[in-house]
């Protein structure tokens, strides 16, 4: 795996996790600004050819 894929993964995950801690929470602005950072990093993954769909065991 190279780099970009290794870090644009751990970016998804990154934001993933602190988008259900926005949630759970309760910060609803926080909670937008991290959909929204993830929908670009999901993004970002797609048009450089990294599949970021969840792996079904």
């Known amino acids: ?3 970009f894929t ?7 995950h990154s934001t993933e ?3 259900r801690r926005a949630r759970e929470t309760g910060d609803d602005f926080l ?5 929204a950072e993830l929908e670009d990093l999901r993004r970002l993954a797609s048009e450089n ?3 970021v769909r969840p ?3």
């Not at 290794?6 to 998804?12: C, E, F, K, M, N």
């Not at 909670?31 to 959909?35: C, F, G």
């Open 55 to 57: 792996k079904v065991a």
């Open 31 to 35: 909670a937008d600004v991290e959909q």
């Open 1 to 3: 795996m190279d780099a």
């Open 17 to 19: 996790t602190d988008l």
């Open 49 to 51: 050819g990294v599949d």
């Open 6 to 12: 290794t870090g644009i993964l751990q970016r998804i």
